[in-house]
């Protein structure tokens, strides 16, 4: 019934929608500058560009069509890592190969040309990232479409950029992994019962309680993200209340995207199997 | 940057995402069998049909597969009113005659095959309607695909079945009167300010003081919707308080979904005018 790219854009709107989540914009929750309504936008702007992923253009191009989509609304970045977890399970959903072996042999076919699309995506909106690796200040994704000579001078494929990156970001991390933690959570979805929304927010607290998330690293500090990471076991344990921490994380502008984004990976995943809306 | 098609999608978002709309599902409201997630699926499977709402196809084929790909999630009818209200504004946005004439021409145009897929469209999801005009029962809109003989006998185009259908059902009478409550709804939105979701709201409020809903006069009685246009008054008089009113509706199980649809109208309109998200 509903094909790749529409499942990745439904587990978009299902991702935004789940609650609670801590710290992150969703039905209940949102930021004055961040709003629930300019994700609605960005996943209806992303889609022709997760069409292409469905297809047979380049990952690349196609990563870098739903960016330029999802950025026609006010909020800035709403779901760049989203898109960006989604887009190469989109094209191993459509080339009958999504499991983690599948979508490794979509990112290892990844070209230099991807990278450089990569790159040319952070022209259309502001992601909040990380310091480059040493030695790497001119692969700066600040640098955005102005770094493709230096990818192109290094040979660095799409692959290789996550390579780089997977220690510090956890969506790099998930593309060198063959998505290990998204496949891992789309079984939690399914194994659990109830309206998706709770599915998708139980689903975001487990793996938030197992691993720092890293945008939480990179704004906030390690010693945050660590604090973040024993705060969702403590909710899962049930020593916590979530509609309270997700009022505290809101107020001290802690913000698990990178989980999220992992969070729609796993919804996506979870589509494709079969999850009943 | 949205084409209108697009913007179609995001209407059918946006206006479940207004809230408070006492009633209605929304971001803080939803009943047991229909959540607010449904109507997310409901939106993202609408798409095809509201792209041919914005080509060339015929108008009553573009409204069948809409509602056959907003019937694929696990809720029912989430959206059939918003889509008929939105799709003859879709064509005419395509032709670059957004006005009250132009939809107006649009409505014009329909055929006795248009009628026959509006009634096909009824076979894809339980719709609840009010019975036959007097003498019509081979009209009977759940009569679904079976009624085509009729409409052909009859000779009966698809703007001659609303026309038939106005006197009790606030959709058809849109589709009659040139959609002047979702185009003078959409001058409301533009001329408020803030947050689209308080906007929706706003509108939605405005509309059900100015008519009684025929949703509710069906499904609750004349003299519900007479005391909901009451209580919609109240409520933009500063008398009573929407929240606890919306949390009253929805236990008495009164749903005021024809002004939800207007809504979805008015919002479609307005982005087209402009409204940024």
Chains 1, 2 share one sequence.
């Not at 906030?220 to 990471?229: F, L, P, Q, S, Y």
Request: hydrophobic fraction near 45%; aromatic fraction near 6%.
């Amino acid at each position: 019934m509903r094909d790749p790219a529409q499942n990745a854009q439904l587990a978009l709107l299902l991702e935004v929608s789940g609650t609670p989540k801590p710290g992150n914009v969703d039905r209940h929750r949102e930021y004055d500058d961040l709003r629930f309504e300019q994700f609605m936008a960005g996943a209806v702007g992303a889609l022709p560009g997760l069409r292409r992923a469905a297809g047979t253009d380049a990952l690349g191009a196609a990563f870098e069509t739903a960016i330029e989509g999802m950025s026609h609304q006010s909020g800035g970045n709403t779901q760049f890592g989203a898109v960006l977890v989604t887009v190469p399970l989109v094209r191993a959903a459509a080339t009958d190969r999504l499991t983690p072996e599948g979508v490794a042999a979509v990112v290892e076919d990844t070209t230099v040309e991807d990278a450089c699309a990569f790159y040319r995506a952070f022209d259309h909106v502001a992601v909040a990232v990380d310091e480059p690796p040493e030695g790497a200040d001119d692969l700066d994704v600040r640098r955005g479409g102005d770094a493709t000579d230096a990818l192109r001078e290094r040979g660095l494929t799409l692959s290789g950029v996550m390579e780089l990156s997977a220690p510090r970001d956890g969506v790099a991390a998930e593309w060198i992994s063959g998505f290990e933690r998204s496949f891992e959570a789309a079984g939690w979805v399914l194994a659990d019962e109830g309206p998706v929304y709770r599915r998708a927010s139980r689903a975001f607290l487990r793996l938030l309680a197992a691993e720092p998330d890293t945008f939480v690293a990179t704004r906030n500090g390690a010693a945050t993200a660590r604090e973040v990471t024993e705060r969702a076991r403590a909710v899962l344990a049930g020593d916590e209340d979530p509609e309270a921490l997700a009022e505290e994380f809101v107020r001290r502008d802690i913000n698990p995207g990178t989980t999220a984004d992992l969070t729609a990976g796993a919804l996506f995943v979870a589509l494709e199997r079969g999850l009943e809306v």
